[in-house]
């Protein structure tokens, strides 16, 4: 009988979330309550609770992420630099940047270079861009592509897909670590709810796992 | 049949010609353009990052640019919220409709939404601006107060939804919202609106604006 993943172990390569709409403060505050009992790699929130967020996570070493034009990426360079800035004033750590989805599914992707290297250059090392991906709506073709257009712009991490919907499927992660080898740190989001979705997704070479419901997977840790 | 209480060039000049999918292209920006200056809707309906195009081939048009800020989560400060409202000011939308911080609402900060609806109208500079409520998130005493606080900041219209979540517009939630604005201010009907005859019930109900991808039936399907 293989042996349990310790519960600690596994939460290190777990991030989680609260991102919604209808978020208040005192869901943020039961929800950091609750979840820094555990030494999660990152906890993502919306803009205007980065602030507490922070504050809340602080000595615990859990990192906080902040959405930048999530999860439609319909928003302006312009607009998402400006998020980022903000996020950096307040502490995050990292940013998980849609990327330009129209353009890409244009075959624009000049654009999508422009926008991702301008959005990395207002990052200015303060703050680790992760670049969403978004594969479910990518041809393979545009996944390769695209991937590669975040390594040129100078981003080391991928989020393979955002949630909300957009969920990692396996062989993204598998076709993204085949042709990329370890140039990226991969993010695999959307749909992991139980220990064993993780597990597997941990196994096929993803080094971080994105769910909302974290005790569901934790729940299968010793 | 539709009865004939509305003409179709009446009904076209309260669309939204609407298309804000994730992985919509240039060429479907490019037809909801030409569809919007062939059937006369009131504006389309983009992303921020379409107003250039939209604008370009807009050009000269009646149509106007009608920008989707703060989509589809709504959460993000004010001053964030009012630099996304320039920003699509300065690329040259015509029309703003930013979808509130509904948590706010809820924990009754009700400091947040004025700020963040005095921004959007400043920002706005006299030009039209749409706020979102997230209707199917929220309480009917909720409603009202938003309602108040979006007529209060002077805002031009207030919208039911994104469009994002079900169930989108309501006839319950267009009449409740007339009834707390009054005759002053618009009322604008949005998410799952596929038919004339659904358009024509938010009409009767209170709406003066209608927000939908399917304007195109929505048009052939009126009698």
Redesign the interface.
């Given at each position: 009988m293989e042996e349990k993943i310790k519960k600690e172990e596994l939460a290190k390569k777990l991030i989680t979330s609260l991102?919604?709409?209808?978020?208040?403060?005192?869901?943020i505050k039961k929800f950091i309550r609750e979840t820094k009992e555990y030494p999660f790699h990152g906890i993502a929130v919306?803009?205007?609770?980065l602030e507490l967020t922070k504050k809340l996570l602080h000595g615990t070493g859990i990192r906080l992420i902040a959405?930048i034009s999530?999860?439609?990426?319909?928003?302006?360079t312009?607009?998402k630099i400006?998020?980022l800035q903000?996020a950096i004033e307040k502490g995050a750590d990292e940013a998980n940047v849609s990327l330009?989805?129209?353009?890409i599914?244009?075959g624009?992707f000049a654009k999508v270079l422009d926008d991702l290297k301008r959005v990395v250059e207002a990052a200015k090392s303060k703050i680790e861009i992760v670049a969403v991906l978004?594969s479910p709506?990518l041809t393979n073709e545009e996944k390769v592509k695209v991937c590669n257009l975040i390594f040129d712009a100078g981003v080391r991490a991928i989020k393979v897909a955002s949630g909300f919907g957009?969920n990692t499927r396996p062989e993204d992660v598998m076709l993204i670590r085949r042709e990329f080898r370890d140039k990226f740190r991969i993010e695999a989001s959307g749909g992991i709810r139980t220990t064993e979705q993780a597990l597997e997704m941990f196994a096929l070479g993803a080094d971080l796992c994105h769910t909302s419901t974290w005790q569901k997977v934790l729940e299968g840790a010793k | 049949m539709m009865k004939k209480s509305i003409t179709k060039y009446e009904l076209a000049g309260m669309i939204d010609h609407t298309l804000?999918k994730?992985?919509?292209?240039?060429?479907n920006?490019k037809k909801l353009c030409l569809e919007a200056e062939k059937y006369h809707f009131a504006s389309v309906a983009i992303?921020?990052?379409?107003?250039p195009l939209a604008k370009k081939l807009l050009k000269g048009s009646r149509v106007k640019i009608c920008a989707?800020l703060a989509?589809?989560?709504?959460?993000?400060?004010p001053?964030?919220k009012e630099?996304?409202a320039r920003?699509?000011v300065a690329?040259g939308a015509d029309e703003l409709d930013m979808?509130i911080?509904?948590?706010?609402l809820?924990?009754g900060?009700y400091d947040?939404i004025e700020e963040e609806i005095k921004g959007l109208v400043r920002a706005a500079e006299g030009k039209i601006t749409k706020v979102i409520l997230?209707t199917c998130?929220l309480t009917d005493e909720e409603i009202v107060k938003a309602c108040q606080i979006a007529k209060k900041c002077g805002a031009s219209f207030v919208k039911t939804s994104t469009g994002f979540r079900k169930p989108g517009a309501t006839i319950h939630h267009v009449k409740l919202m007339r009834e707390t604005l009054g005759t002053g201010m618009g009322v604008k009907a949005a998410g799952g609106i596929h038919t004339a005859e659904q358009a024509l019930a938010m009409i009767q109900a209170g709406a003066n604006r209608i927000g939908t991808s399917s304007g195109v039936e929505i048009i052939e399907g009126l009698e």
């Amino acid at each position: 009988m293989e042996e349990k993943i310790k519960k600690e172990e596994l939460a290190k390569k777990l991030i989680t979330s609260l991102i919604e709409s209808n978020v208040t403060e005192n869901d943020i505050k039961k929800f950091i309550r609750e979840t820094k009992e555990y030494p999660f790699h990152g906890i993502a929130v919306d803009l205007p609770y980065l602030e507490l967020t922070k504050k809340l996570l602080h000595g615990t070493g859990i990192r906080l992420i902040a959405p930048i034009s999530y999860p439609l990426g319909g928003m302006t360079t312009e607009t998402k630099i400006r998020q980022l800035q903000y996020a950096i004033e307040k502490g995050a750590d990292e940013a998980n940047v849609s990327l330009n989805y129209s353009a890409i599914k244009s075959g624009d992707f000049a654009k999508v270079l422009d926008d991702l290297k301008r959005v990395v250059e207002a990052a200015k090392s303060k703050i680790e861009i992760v670049a969403v991906l978004q594969s479910p709506i990518l041809t393979n073709e545009e996944k390769v592509k695209v991937c590669n257009l975040i390594f040129d712009a100078g981003v080391r991490a991928i989020k393979v897909a955002s949630g909300f919907g957009w969920n990692t499927r396996p062989e993204d992660v598998m076709l993204i670590r085949r042709e990329f080898r370890d140039k990226f740190r991969i993010e695999a989001s959307g749909g992991i709810r139980t220990t064993e979705q993780a597990l597997e997704m941990f196994a096929l070479g993803a080094d971080l796992c994105h769910t909302s419901t974290w005790q569901k997977v934790l729940e299968g840790a010793k | 049949m539709m009865k004939k209480s509305i003409t179709k060039y009446e009904l076209a000049g309260m669309i939204d010609h609407t298309l804000l999918k994730i992985d919509a292209t240039y060429d479907n920006i490019k037809k909801l353009c030409l569809e919007a200056e062939k059937y006369h809707f009131a504006s389309v309906a983009i992303n921020p990052i379409h107003i250039p195009l939209a604008k370009k081939l807009l050009k000269g048009s009646r149509v106007k640019i009608c920008a989707a800020l703060a989509f589809y989560i709504g959460a993000y400060p004010p001053e964030i919220k009012e630099y996304e409202a320039r920003d699509a000011v300065a690329k040259g939308a015509d029309e703003l409709d930013m979808l509130i911080n509904v948590g706010a609402l809820k924990a009754g900060r009700y400091d947040i939404i004025e700020e963040e609806i005095k921004g959007l109208v400043r920002a706005a500079e006299g030009k039209i601006t749409k706020v979102i409520l997230e209707t199917c998130l929220l309480t009917d005493e909720e409603i009202v107060k938003a309602c108040q606080i979006a007529k209060k900041c002077g805002a031009s219209f207030v919208k039911t939804s994104t469009g994002f979540r079900k169930p989108g517009a309501t006839i319950h939630h267009v009449k409740l919202m007339r009834e707390t604005l009054g005759t002053g201010m618009g009322v604008k009907a949005a998410g799952g609106i596929h038919t004339a005859e659904q358009a024509l019930a938010m009409i009767q109900a209170g709406a003066n604006r209608i927000g939908t991808s399917s304007g195109v039936e929505i048009i052939e399907g009126l009698e």
